[in-house]
């Protein structure tokens, strides 16, 4: 295109919306508010933004954190940053080519733009400003929306801030170093966790040599035995615990209290974490039933060891079973159950706080006899509930009088048939002992979290 003595070049924009392209004859068009016809806003040309508009946005820029007081970025949160801006969609190999950026985002030049300054924030939000500072980040799977992200999330953060801890629970939007990168250019945290191995240990330990300020704990919230129910699990954990080994800034945690793996390596990098309990509603005195309801609420996999409680439930007689199974293959216990003659209902596996109502207004005692447990949330929120449990030596908190041999029906029947004889004096040990084992659990993972912290 040529004006006067003067030759322009007609740039080619593409959306990257939709990744159409499309040439427009004219001069700096980049001074222009484009929106393609699929409703995308981000429109740019290989070029970036021209010089004025360049010019104006890097002014607006200095302006504002002059006004901030200037904050410098570390250099861990710069080359966070960096990393998000090249792997972007508008980055052509030297600047941000975003027609209210322009920034040149070469490693040679990042501290003479937005790179290196706290306060600012990409302007299609990719990176954040850093002026934040948490305590404790928690990135989960799944939103806020999700079923269980109270019990996982929300409730860990409410007892760290109740305790004078900084703390936020995110949605975990990748579990690449870029994804990593970006949450703690955003938040800079003191203590990053990996929940349930999230995160997979090359890509921690990349970030834990890159971000030296910042202590890493991967948390197993499985017991040993449970880690195959995965094939890379257990190779999950050995990694982590050789990167807890290596690097002073990473950890290795367990909600097992016995904490075997810190006992065998005598390793004060591989801790106990002990899980948080929410508050509960008040516990409900037994109800008066034709038939008392005894509840089997669990996954549906082997360590829970459903035939055998469906089988001591048949040798008890004259009670109702209320199933409540996550990924259950119903036919298959539809098929015993009706063998043995059972009285028994399905619910559906549900949402937190409906799961805890369900308990709480449906359910007299509770079954929970499995071969191996890290802690067993369930048979705590039915004695914070006033519910009587049933389980296995692997449920440690339980009275004595209530861990029963797993592989035995007829003592686990035993054991139901004295405990809905003596259902008054049990459902309030059962209140007493819940609320004694909670405030140990919230007690210790505040002063784990303490030490952790220091």
Known sequence: MRIGQQTYVDPIWTCHGCGKSLKIPGLDVSRLPLRCRCGSHQVSDDRGPGFFRRGLNFARAATMHALRGAPHASQETIDARLAICQACDFYNGQTCTHKDCGCNAGRTRRFLNK??????????????????????????????NDAWWYIRGECVVQLLRENGFSAEVIPLAGTKSADVRQMLATYNPRLFINRAFAIGVDVIREVARDFPQVRFLTVNHSSQSDLLRNTRRMTDQVGHIHAAQEFDNCYYGVVDE????GEILKSPKCVWVPNCVPPMPDPAPPASREKPVVSLICRYETIKNIPNQLLALAYAGGVKARLVMKNAKRTAIDELAQTLGLDYEWAEWSSWPRHIYGIRDEVDVGLQCS??????????????????VIGSPAIRYLPDAWQVNPDDPRAIAECLRRMIESIDADSQQAAATGAETAKQQN???????????S
């Open 115 to 144: 790179l290196a300054w706290a306060d600012q924030q990409c302007p299609i939000g990719k990176w954040r400003p850093a002026t934040r500072s948490v305590d404790i980040l928690l990135p989960l799977h799944g939103t806020p």
């Open 258 to 261: 016995r904490n075997f793996i």
């Open 371 to 388: 071969f191996s447990e890290s802690f067993n949330y369930v048979a705590l929120e039915h004695l914070l509930l006033g519910k009587p």
């Open 443 to 453: 007690r210790s993972f505040i002063t784990v979290f303490s030490a952790l912290l």
